[in-house]
């Protein structure tokens, strides 16, 4: 019985190593690449993962992860609004186009953020979760650093 086990087993996972050898690397043109199974946390291919570079999309990202903390821990509220300061309104690149003065509904704030990649959506989101940008960021370093990303440091929101 237990050679025929054997040779069962050895005819299943004979044609899983053929093709596990037959695989062939992860090639990308991107600068850097960080891929993970989801299910397991295995990290499947790095390139130049610990690498610095620019955070472009990365700081909206964070935001948005601190801003959904906030709407999960009732900090924030969806149908709640928030203050423009004109610091937000300054804001260059990507925009909402707020008007300094006006209150802006968090649920806009947020499409604004992910939809329009709103610079000044996100300083008034830092600005009303933590009094300024400044402070914010504070939120953003830390927890990334709570998410094992040590080597990160955000400068703005």
């Given amino acids: 019985m237990k050679k025929i086990i ?6 299943l996972l004979l044609p899983s190593c053929a093709f596990a050898q037959s695989v062939a690397p992860i090639e990308t043109a991107a600068k850097q690449a960080y891929l993970v199974d989801a299910s397991t946390g295995t990290m ?5 993962a610990d690498a610095q570079m620019p955070t472009s999309s990365m ?3 964070m935001t948005m992860y601190v801003v959904f903390e906030a709407l999960k821990n009732g900090k924030l509220k969806m149908d709640g609004t928030l203050p423009v300061s ?3 309104w300054r804001q260059e690149g990507s925009r909402m ?5 006006q209150r802006a509904a968090v649920e806009d704030l947020i499409r604004g953020v992910i939809v329009q990649s709103g610079n000044d959506a996100c300083v008034v989101l830092a600005e009303g979760l933590a009094g300024s940008e400044a402070a914010f960021v504070e939120k953003m370093n ?4 709570d998410l ?3 080597d990160t440091h955000f400068l703005d929101a």
């Fill in 44 to 48: 499947l291919f790095a390139k130049d």
């Fill in 6 to 11: 054997f040779y069962v087993a050895l005819v």
């Fill in 59 to 61: 700081s909206k990202m």
């Fill in 86 to 88: 004109e610091h937000a």
């Fill in 97 to 101: 186009f707020l008007n300094v003065g």
């Fill in 148 to 150: 094992g990303m040590p």
């Fill in 142 to 145: 830390q927890k990334a650093s």
